[in-house]
C-alpha cells in the first residue's frame, strides 16, 4: 500500500479522538508513524501495523485501572523491584487462542489517551511512556468478553507471566506520578514464549503472585501457605469422592453389608480428618506433587531431617523407593510446613518450638521450593472436572 493512503488510513483513525486532548500523528521514516502527546519529551513511533490494530479511537471505556475500546482492553501494570521495560526485553510471553491475543507491551496508546482525558500527566510523568500495558486485542467486536470476564483472563495471563519470569508484577492505576526510570540491562536475551491456551482463573493464583509480590519471606511464605490451604480442602473432596464411588460401584453388583457401611463412614470420618489444620498439607501434597522430584529442591537442613526421621538415604530416593518411605516423607514435610506456619504467625504469642520449623535462614529457599510446587498444584486444579471444583 502506498505511504500515501497508508496516512490518510490514519489520519481518519485519529480522526475519531477528541480533539482537545492535543494527540496528533504526523507520518515517520520507514512508513512509521509518530505520536505526539501533550507533555511528552519523546515521541511515540508505531508501525502503521500497529497503529491500524486499534481501528477506533471513538466511545472508549476509561477508568484508572482500564482502558477499553471495542477491540482494544489495556491494564496499566507495573513491577516489583525491577522495571518493565526490562521484563518485556528479556521476556515476551505471547497468548493468541481463537482470535484474541494478550501480550504485555511498553508505551501503550489507550493508557496514553486515558491518562490525558484523566489528566493525570505532567511534566515529570507524562501520559504514555511511564505505562507498560497488559494489552487485549479481539479480531472481531462480538468476542469482547464481559468486564469481569476479561480481569479474570488477565489475571490467568499475568500468572503464567510471573511463573516464566520469574517476578512478579501486578495491575496498577493511571497517576500523575515521578518516575525515574530504572538500570539498563546490557547483554539481554529476549525469550519468546507463545501459547494457544491458559489456565481457567482461580483464586489461587492471587495468592501465587502475592506470594512473589513480598519483598518479607516470612509473608512469602505465609502466602503459600494459604494456597495451599486453598487447594487442600478440594483434595481432601477428591479423594472422599473417589473412594465413596468406588464402594458405591461395588454395593450395586453384590448389595450392601454391615462392613460395608462401616466403611463408608470410615470414608466420611477419614474425610473429616483430612480438613485439619495439620493434615491440610499432607493431603493435597500426596495429591499433587511428585516428590521424588521435588524432594532436592527443599533445604539441605530440611532433607536431612527428613531422611533422618523416616531413615532413608536422601541420594537413594528413586521411583522404587518403597512407598511407606514416600508417605513418612510427605507427612513430615506437612509437618514441618505446618508447624513453620505456625511459628511465623504466633511468633508475638506463647509459641513453643516443635523443632520442625525450618530455619529462618533457609527461608529463602523453602519459598522457592513452594513457589514450584504452587505452580504444579495450581495446574493440577485446572486438570480437575468442574464437580470437583468449587463453584466460582
Not at 499432607?282 to 537442613?301: G, H, M, N, R, S
Amino acid at each position: 500500500m502506498p505511504t500515501e493512503e497508508k496516512a490518510k488510513l490514519i489520519e481518519k483513525l485519529f480522526a475519531g479522538m477528541d480533539p482537545e486532548l492535543d494527540i496528533t500523528v504526523a507520518e515517520f521514516e520507514d512508513e512509521s508513524f509518530s505520536i505526539d502527546f501533550p507533555r511528552e519529551d519523546e515521541q511515540i513511533v508505531l508501525s502503521f501495523e500497529d497503529l491500524m490494530n486499534y481501528r477506533s479511537f471513538e466511545n472508549l471505556s476509561i477508568t484508572r485501572i482500564r482502558v477499553s475500546s471495542n477491540f482494544i482492553t489495556q491494564f496499566p501494570i507495573m513491577g516489583h523491584s525491577f522495571a518493565l521495560e526490562y521484563l518485556t526485553e528479556k521476556h515476551r510471553f505471547e497468548y493468541e487462542n481463537e482470535g484474541v491475543k494478550i501480550k504485555v507491551i511498553n508505551n501503550p496508546l489507550l493508557l496514553g489517551i486515558g491518562a490525558v482525558s484523566l489528566g493525570e500527566y505532567s511534566k515529570y510523568c507524562p501520559p504514555c511512556t511511564p505505562y507498560t500495558a497488559l494489552h487485549i486485542e479481539y479480531a472481531t467486536e462480538a468476542q469482547k468478553l464481559s468486564e469481569s470476564e476479561e480481569y479474570k483472563l488477565a489475571k490467568s495471563f499475568m500468572f503464567e507471566y510471573s511463573h516464566l519470569a520469574g517476578l512478579a508484577f501486578t495491575f496498577s492505576e493511571i497517576r500523575d506520578v515521578y518516575w525515574d526510570g530504572y538500570d539498563e540491562n546490557e547483554d539481554v536475551v529476549l525469550n519468546v514464549v507463545k501459547v494457544n491456551s491458559l489456565k481457567s482463573y482461580s483464586d489461587g493464583m492471587d495468592l501465587f503472585k502475592r506470594a512473589m509480590d513480598a519483598n518479607d519471606q516470612e509473608i512469602s511464605f505465609l502466602f503459600y501457605y494459604k494456597l495451599i490451604e486453598f487447594y487442600a480442602p478440594v483434595a481432601a473432596k477428591r479423594s472422599a469422592f473417589d473412594h465413596l464411588t468406588q464402594r458405591l460401584d461395588s454395593l450395586r453388583i453384590k448389595g450392601a453389608t454391615n462392613s460395608d457401611i462401616d466403611a463408608i463412614l470410615q470414608i466420611s470420618a477419614n474425610y473429616r480428618s483430612s480438613q485439619s489444620d495439620k493434615d491440610l498439607a499432607q493431603a493435597l501434597l500426596k495429591d499433587t506433587i511428585d516428590i521424588i522430584e521435588f524432594f532436592p529442591k527443599l533445604p539441605e537442613e530440611i532433607r536431612k531431617k527428613i531422611s533422618k526421621a523416616a531413615n532413608f538415604n536422601p541420594t537413594q530416593l528413586t521411583y522404587d523407593t518403597n512407598q511407606e518411605i514416600i508417605n513418612k516423607i510427605f507427612n513430615l514435610l506437612g509437618s514441618i510446613l505446618y508447624s513453620t506456619r505456625n511459628s511465623i504467625v504466633h511468633a508475638k504469642s506463647n509459641y513453643t518450638p516443635d523443632q520442625n520449623e525450618c530455619r529462618p535462614e533457609d527461608l529463602e529457599q523453602l519459598n522457592l521450593f513452594l513457589r514450584q510446587i504452587s505452580y504444579v498444584i495450581i495446574n493440577w486444579y485446572d486438570r480437575l472436572p468442574n464437580h470437583i471444583k468449587y463453584n466460582n
